[in-house]
């Protein structure tokens, strides 16, 4: 293993190590709430982080050939996933959403597979052939199912990254406009049509307005920020945790991370996460990477950097609130899971490619 790659480990535990002790910071109050002990939420993203470490380490020894060989079939099962998500008794339904399988020993989030999915697909796909009609449709299918769920934050990443994936394989600047464009007219169509989301963009652009209602996660949001102010209020002692920040350790964490160690600490972590895209880049700096490989390895660095812009994007009052988790730090085992999984594959990619001469 190359320094790089050592370095990139050891970045990935220290993230992921930071966000669990935030995660047991912001859990405590609404773990006692909910199940009368302190300390669920902790020690369930504890067996999670766990079991994701065994998987990275076990994902790094497995070549890409074989992500490369069953692409179409991982995509079929996951399509399936989807579609099994959505079937009462079989899908967990929590919150009016359908987008959780139960399991024996938890959930899985089927989207958060679907995410590593669809980026190694793409990658195979685009890599045989540029084609914008098949890039197209096997978008459509996941799309229509993950709006039935409903989970509009995690379209907007799985769109994003397949944009982002098809102008890496060399689509076209003109095409690639059009599909924004296009992208762009059915989020926009879609939010208006739906009334609790265009609550929800109405609460964005006028957040005075409700605040006892529609407005008062983004209030709490932004106190948490402020409350924050350089140096944070202390570790332990966040106000917003005691309830008043709805999903204080998943999607909103970093909002109980900035009021506790404040702008400075916050632009740490954000140091980290930026720290992390760094050494992947030199990981295969000079390494010779096959099409599929460079799609695949760039299309994963793509989602991950996505979905960590819209999560502090929300958090900071951005982009609208659309629950999206963070990687390594929320509170959610699927989504910590597959981002050790995706991790996993740039190490493997990393390590099998071969020098350039």
């Known amino acids: 293993m190359s320094s790089s790659a050592k370095f990139f480990l050891g970045l990935i535990a220290l993230l992921s190590l930071t966000g669990l002790f935030f995660v047991f910071e912001a859990s405590t109050v609404e773990s006692f709430k909910l199940f009368g002990h302190q300390y669920y939420f902790f020690r369930q993203q504890a067996v999670w982080l766990l079991l994701s470490f065994f998987t990275l380490l076990l994902v790094s020894k497995i070549k890409v050939s074989f992500f490369e060989k069953y692409a179409l079939h991982f995509y079929v099962l996951a399509i399936l996933l989807l579609v ?40 195979y796909l685009l890599s045989k052939k540029m084609d914008l009609k098949s890039f197209l449709f096997f978008l459509l299918w996941p799309a229509i199912l993950i709006l039935l769920q409903p989970d509009f934050g995690s379209l907007m990443i799985i769109a994003a990254s397949s944009i982002i994936i098809y102008f890496l394989a060399g689509g076209e600047v003109k ?39 529609e407005s008062y996660h983004v209030r709490q949001i932004t106190l948490a920020l402020g409350g924050g102010s350089w140096f944070g209020r202390g570790i332990g002692n966040s106000q917003q945790k005691y309830s008043y920040v709805p999903e204080a350790s998943s999607d909103s964490i970093f909002a109980i991370v900035a009021e506790e160690v404040g702008f400075l600490g916050a632009s740490l972590i954000i140091l980290l996460f930026v720290l992390y895209f760094v050494l992947a880049n030199a990981m295969v700096r000079h390494k010779n990477l096959s099409n599929y490989e460079y799609l695949l390895y760039y299309g994963i660095l793509a989602w991950l950097a996505v979905q960590i812009l819209f999560n502090l994007s929300a958090v900071v009052v951005l982009l609208p609130l659309s ?35």
């Open 84 to 123: 099994l998500t959505l079937i009462p008794g079989i899908g967990l339904k929590l919150n009016g959403a359908r987008r959780w399988i139960a399991l024996p020993f938890g959930t899985l989030q089927t989207v958060e597979l679907f995410k590593f999915v669809l980026i190694n697909f793409y990658a």
């Open 323 to 357: 629950g999206m988790p963070l990687p390594f730090f929320s509170q959610g085992g699927s989504s910590l899971l597959m981002a050790f999984v995706a991790s996993g594959v740039l190490l493997s990619i990393a390590s099998h490619a071969k020098i350039k001469k």
């Open 175 to 213: 095409l690639l406009s059009l599909l924004l464009g296009g992208g762009f007219f059915l989020a926009l169509l879609v939010v208006l049509l739906s009334p609790y989301r265009r609550d929800r963009l109405m609460t964005f652009l006028n957040p005075e307005q409700n605040t006892l209602s």
